[in-house]
């Protein structure tokens, strides 16, 4: 069973009603980035920090998955599927996807300040005085700017096992996920999907480019993949 490699971004996500955080003058919901996201932010501000994500978290639970996240499960009936997602929702697993890698972290969870290993599965708010088992405060389970990503060895080694690699609704501008595509294996085809692509066919051999939204283009190319089982 040939093994398809799907790294997902904000795009996919937005067509859920997930709001992509960044306006188009780079601020995250009116506030710089480095408040937000970013372990000084926290220690100056964490009562701000906490309310972002709360807001974030309560509007993940109104949404649903789309076509895309549906489509792509059906591939697993032929293909070995592992996704590697930027996106820290829960829309992958909801749809029923069953090999799913959150590079930046995921919203349902939260960590202890101290232990980054301690995590645990969250739907409410977090409010300070909100702690962890040994007594120290919860943070979002989120990877903020200027830290590290700790799944991305992990990722690599995912990505160097692909016989097709499919990138959805990212722009390919964020490192390090956007270096992942150098990591297949020489002739390994790509299927890219967005609205407004990035990458061109010069850029890469055996490139395909859908220039299409997740929602109706993920479940072309699944039902393809599928039909000639490439």
């Known amino acids: 069973m040939k093994k398809i ?95 799913v890698l959150h590079l930046h972290g995921e919203l349902l969870k939260v960590r202890s300040t101290v232990n980054e290993n301690d995590i645990v599965p969250w739907k409410k708010d977090v409010n300070l005085g909100d702690l962890c088992s040994n007594g120290h405060q919860l943070r979002p389970h989120i990877v903020w700017f200027g830290e590290q990503v700790p799944l991305l060895d992990t990722a690599v080694a995912i990505t160097q096992t692909a016989d097709i690699l499919l990138i959805i609704g990212t722009s390919m501008q964020v490192y390090p996920a956007a270096g992942l595509i150098d990591f297949i294996k020489l002739g390994t085809p790509i299927y890219f999907v967005d609205p407004k692509p990035s990458l061109n066919a ?29």
């Open 5 to 99: 490699v799907v790294l997902t971004g904000a795009g996919i996500s937005a067509e859920s009603g997930i709001k992509t955080f960044r306006d188009a003058d780079g601020l995250w919901e009116g506030h710089d980035i480095m408040e937000v996201a970013s372990p000084q932010g926290f220690t100056k501000n964490p009562k701000l920090v906490l309310d972002f994500y709360n807001q974030r978290r309560k509007q993940l639970l109104t949404v649903q998955p789309n076509e895309a996240h549906k489509a792509l499960t059906s591939l697993e009936t032929d293909f070995n599927v592992h996704i590697i997602t930027q996106n820290v929702d829960d829309l992958h697993e909801r749809a029923g996807s069953s090999n």
């Open 202 to 230: 010069s850029q890469y051999e055996h490139l395909t480019i859908i220039k299409d939204t997740a929602a109706k283009g993920v479940p072309k190319l699944v039902a393809d993949l599928i039909k000639t089982k490439a």
